[in-house]
């Protein structure tokens, strides 16, 4: 799950991570009065909503007046923004958020995340931040500097003492930076992050330090302790199938092909797209109903893949282990029978009951393909859709 710069902003302050004052504006007179009630000579007009790269795309935005924040937030609000981390046709800005103006020296980049390689925490720092960290990564890889944490023994001083060494940072700055990992790396644990990123940490006029950007991603499978967190969700921002699947407990991500797939275990799930992919097929989903999948479990994922309007083919393969070829007949023919069958549809059955399970397809009625096997299955969809 992701929340917004401004939330993100709220959790910092409350865990002893510096960040300039602002407030929420959800139209043009809060941001007026935001503006007004922060008193500085320069506030900065930042969109709200869950992609980066605002600052390149006309998301940020200098205001050196409250009637000149006013007009911003009017252009601001309502807009599609476009980034290079959003769909083309963008997303839409429902709020911004007004924040005094910072004067930067310098442009940090931190960075925790959990390296599952090296079943640890690991922290990411370079002096190169404001821009693509992927691309001084790619450059200039020196100029990241990053250490592992054994969350069995916890950060220690020497992790912080290396990462500024390695970054040459002067000593009153890693005076500064200290207390700031300290924090940042309880709240990663506290919270459940699966990543957490500052880009850009700022070093201002007065040698201060301050988070001027806050990227949070929670690790959704630790939602369930994290009741206050989850609060923060905003469906607006979210993939309206996405939210449905989360809600009936399935793995799904939204893609922006046309043939729906329903898959049992995520791996063979990966394999059905690149097959997809391969005989020239786009698929229009990642969806994974899970190995022990009840008849509810695989209507619920139809009921998703039929209301999907991009959705032109049906792509079902499933490998019965756990999971009963007869139970997953079952659910294709009470979907089908409830929801309607729109387009065509392609099942690959193979595994426990699979006899039964093709029995179960025959007896339907149904108007389907039976595929022999995947690779059968992904050309055959790919030329019905065609
Ligand atoms: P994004 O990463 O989505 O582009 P940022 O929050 O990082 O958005 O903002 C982009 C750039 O705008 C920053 O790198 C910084 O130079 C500038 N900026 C952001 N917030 C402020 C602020 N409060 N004061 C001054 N400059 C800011
Ligand atoms: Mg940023």
Redesign the pocket.
Known sequence: MNIH?YQAKLLFKQNGVPV?DGYLATNPTEAEFAMRRLGTEVA?V?AQVH??????AG??KLAKSPEECRKIAEAMIGMDLI?HQTYPEGKKVHKVYV????K?VK?YYLALFLDRENAGIGIMFSTEG?MDIEEVAAKTPEKIATVVVDPTVGLQGHHIRQLCWSMNLPAAEQKEMTPIVRNLYKMFIKYDYSMLEI??LIVNDQGKMFA??GKMNFDDNALYRQKDVELFRDYLEEDEREVTASKYGLSYIGLDGNIGCLVNGAGLAMATMDIVKHYGGKPANFLDVGGGASQETVTNAFRILFADPGVKGLFVNIFGGIMRCDVIANGIVAAAKELGLRVPMVVRLEGTNVEQGKEILKKSGLNLYAASDMADGAKKIVELVK
């Open positions: 710069e300039p900065v930042k992609a980066g790269g605002r600052g390149k998301g940020v980034t924040e005094a103006g910072s930067i442009e404001g880009n850009p001027l950007d």
